[in-house]
């Protein structure tokens, strides 16, 4: 395209005159990006080491039966290491304790908020937990409600759980022919327990009765 080796410097010199802004700019953000992408990742690491080992601390304290230091480590993972799953594991443990300890409210609070996170798993053994708290204390309508606002989707490997779950507040609201059709639908999900199968036998036995 250039007769002369002049021509083809001038040329180079004018294409770079015209692009060298916008090149330096790309390699600048080039790096930064790289830059960037390592800090986080490396922080990600330093904050999953430091979830483990608080996690740990949390399950020593509660084999010890150390319940005010289980309270506290867990509400400080919270709020420390938010929307983690050691924090989601700490809050389920927590909430375990409260409500040997009797203190429904509390663990059901505690709960509701491990159900509300992004974590689709923990969300639904929360629920799932969260329910059966409220069975234990009558709020069979509250259960229900909770059940039904779940997302079929993302609760397919737990349908079985709450169908039965179904069945159990039906059952405490005297609706029986309503857990019996939860409870089989449980066993077509595959919840083959004997417990299950117990739980439609009595139904049959009240019935006959």
Excluded: C
């Excluded at 289980?70 to 927590?94: H, N, T």
């Amino acid at each position: 395209m250039y007769d002369t080796e002049e021509e083809q410097v001038e040329a180079l010199k004018r294409w770079w005159k015209e692009n060298s802004i916008s090149i330096i700019v790309g390699l600048v953000m080039g790096i930064v990006i790289i830059l960037g992408w390592n800090y986080w990742q490396d922080h990600k690491k330093e904050q999953a080491a430091q979830a483990s080992v608080a996690y740990s601390q949390l399950l020593k304290a509660l084999d010890e039966g150390k319940k005010d230091t289980v309270d506290k480590l867990a509400e400080s993972m919270r709020e420390q290491f938010k929307g983690s799953e050691y924090a989601a594991f700490s809050s389920l443990l927590q909430a375990k304790l409260k409500s040997e300890q009797g203190d429904f409210a509390a663990a059901k609070q505690i709960l509701k908020t491990v159900a509300a996170e992004s974590n689709k798993h923990l969300s639904n053994v929360a629920k799932i937990r969260l329910v059966r708290l409220m069975l234990a204390t009558g709020e069979y309508e509250q259960g229900l409600q909770i059940i039904n606002d779940v997302d079929a989707k993302t609760a397919v490997s737990y349908s079985a759980n709450y169908d039965e779950l179904v069945g159990d507040l039906y059952v405490a609201l005297d609706r029986l022919d309503e857990a019996r059709t939860s409870y089989q639908n449980a066993l077509r999900a595959g919840q083959q327990s004997p417990l299950l199968q117990f739980k439609i036998d009595d139904l049959t036995a009240q019935e006959k009765l």
